[in-house]
């Protein structure tokens, strides 16, 4: 197999979508948010509990690609337990990252490391922000559905 | 290639495809280390180099105005433009040169007719019927409509085989019907509609009916006259001329009784503060300076595609279709979505649960184009309740060995995912 792709498509990300973690509805969420992709169809609903500023839950539900599903998987994953300060910094850092803002950003990234691999497919770029686009809404209570267009 | 496809090759030794691929500069290079295999004809074709010279003789010799000047270069910009019309009159056999309007493309096309018919003969409660299967095009324009006039939009649903339901049309179809929409070929689906029957149906309502075939012009003889269409809408670069340009056919009578869309330059006869006279057709349609060379190419396009002869790239597309369709049926975990019984060059599919876009990412690193996605028709995609397709649309210059490279990728695209 091309090694470009082995570095997208790596086991990390292969195994995330499968199996996405955290993957439910949360019926008591303190906050929501919707995230849809126009290009491509993917959708997804992130679900957060927070707690005296701290995400207690998170999970998520919806229907994307292989590395929007993985990307959400691993968001959740990372997220839980962190404070909104933590979560606020690290989509900073996976932003960054990706739009090639800080070459500095990525040794901020921990496992999610794997993500940096899109920076080199420019359309799939956000199939990897979405989720992170979508868990920034549902922090700052926007219910309407979020876009990466 | 493989010795499986001996039966159709036997179709295609009469049909020079290698000759063929000379003529398209773009074909001959490589993506990501690999042969480029271009299967997104449907989204836009690739262009002949006899195109491509037309539209750089045309900057480089005679770039003016058309119908402005009597100087020489206008005359020379004015002539070319008006015999692509001709060339375009003739390739869809209309009537009259008149009733050939230039246009940025099919979207155009249905826009200037929501707007300029719609809105001119539609009152509310009035009812305009067109199909699940419609591209984005031929849906919008038409809820812009019933917002602007109070007219009501009826959906003709499809079955599980991408085929339209006849009898919900019929039934759909009352005096208060005033206009169809219908596409030719679905460009998610490949299916050809019955649009003969469908516009014969109208007229027993005394409906209009337009056909978008935006995906029908490159590969199948139009007859707007056979087809009895009152309007009918192409674009330019699905038919391997340039962008931003495109058809709308009228018939005469519809299009004369019609106000302008837009105003501007060349639409009018005389112009005054107290009364202004709108010009004759095609040109009342056509305001500000159009797309001279965009015109121009799409005439030579035509010009290339009759040379080849439309029921030559018929039969060709039809033996690569079948080929494909053959490979896909035996596929392990590949579902073709749209099995029409009758069907144009477009294979659109899923495989097993890998996303469209996945399978279109790693297809990109062998060098094979596919599109991903939904199509521009989302209410496609929620019949078969998918979010998206893998589509691989065929053109006159592709070869069954490219289609053997199509499936030697989708076998990487599972490797990835094992």
Known sequence: MKDHIRELYQEVIIDHNRSPR???KMSDATCHAEGFNPLCGDQLDIYLTIDNETITDISFTGNGCAISTASASLMTEHLKGKTLSEAKAFFQSIHETLTNENEHATEKLGKMIVLAGVKEFPSRVKCAT???????AALKHDETTVSTE | MTDSHTAEQIVATSFDVERIRQDFPILHQTTHNHPLVYLDNA??????????????NYYRQYHSNVHRGVHSLSEKA??????????????????????????????EAINLVAQSYGRDQLQPGDEIIISEMEHHSNIVPWQMLCEQTGAILKVIPINDAGELDLSVYKELLNEKTKIVGIIHISNALGTIN????????????????????AQAAPHEIIDVQALDADFYTLSGHKLFGPTGIGIL?????????MPPYQGGGEMIRRVSFTKTEYNVLPHKFE??????????????????????????INRYEHSLMEYATKQAEQFPDLT??????????????????IHAHDIGTILDQYGIAVRTGHHCAMPVMEHFQVPATARASFAFYNTFDEIDTLFAGLNKVKEVFQ
């Open chain 1, 130 to 136: 979405l989720a992170w686009h979508t868990l920034n």
């Open chain 2, 194 to 213: 019955p649009v003969k029957e469908i516009i014969k149906l109208a007229h027993d309502y005394d409906a209009i009916v337009l056909v978008d075939g």
């Open chain 2, 78 to 107: 004015t002539h070319e433009y008006e015999l692509a019309r001709k060339k375009i009159k003739n390739f869809v056999n209309a009537q009259s040169t008149d009733e050939i309007i230039f246009v940025r493309g099919a979207t």
């Open chain 2, 43 to 56: 989204a836009s074709s690739q262009k002949p180099n006899q195109v491509i010279t037309a539209i750089e």
């Open chain 2, 336 to 353: 073709i979505i749209g099995t029409a019984k009758n069907k144009s060059s477009i294979l659109s599919f899923l495989l097993g649960d």
């Open chain 2, 287 to 312: 305001a500000g300076t159009p797309h001279i060379s965009g015109a121009i190419g799409l005439g030579i396009a035509i010009d290339y595609v009759e040379k080849i002869g439309m029921d030559n």
């Open chain 2, 249 to 257: 056919y009228g018939k005469q009578q519809l299009l004369d009784n």
């Open chain 1, 22 to 24: 955290n993957f439910h």
